[in-house]
């Protein structure tokens, strides 16, 4: 039953993005199997269907997005779709690439290339990270999407940040 789960996550991510399009300020989707693996044209990471770039794809026609991901690990399947788009912003903080799959994608130079030079930003902090070094990436994330000024805002929530997940090892 993958595709018909996978499938639902979408639907999910989908209705989350329709409300907030139709005047929500503020929606929670629980899209499960994640998706910031799946790339345009293959899943990777346990992600079949990119939920949150296929939100904001469907926001990006109605004004500018960004995408927060906070996973742990690099949402390279994410930055992949956008990474050539000035209309998406793409914000990641996830472990080193050197320490932590995906051990291809998600180091700070890849800033996007073209139109979307500029659009993609990458915080990728060593194994072991606390809270005062995470704090820092995030607030200095948040900036960019301040100045973005996005009308919409995608949080690509992964919980494996936390200090008492055994596959993240952040403290």
């Known amino acids: 039953t993958t595709y018909e789960v996978a499938r639902g996550s979408t639907m999910a991510a989908l209705t989350a993005a329709s409300l907030v399009r139709r005047g929500e300020r503020a929606v929670y989707a629980l899209c499960r199997p994640p998706g910031h693996h799946a ?7 346990y992600c079949y269907f990119n939920n949150a770039a296929i939100a904001a794809e469907y926001l990006s026609t109605r004004g500018k997005v960004a995408i927060l991901d906070i996973d742990v690990h690099h949402g390279n399947g994410t930055q992949n779709i956008f990474y050539s788009r000035s209309d998406v912003l793409f914000v990641s903080i996830h472990g080193n690439p050197d320490e932590l799959y995906p051990y291809f994608s998600g180091r700070d130079g890849e800033m996007g290339t073209g139109k979307g030079l500029g659009y993609n930003c990458n915080f990728p902090l060593p194994l072991g990270t606390s809270d005062i070094a995470y704090d820092r990436a995030l607030l200095a994330g948040i900036k960019k ?24 090892k952040f403290k």
């Open 39 to 45: 790339e345009e044209s293959r899943m990777g990471g």
């Open 145 to 168: 999407i301040r100045a973005y000024a996005p009308k919409y805002l995608i949080i690509s929530l992964g919980y494996d940040a936390h200090i008492n997940d055994p596959i993240g």
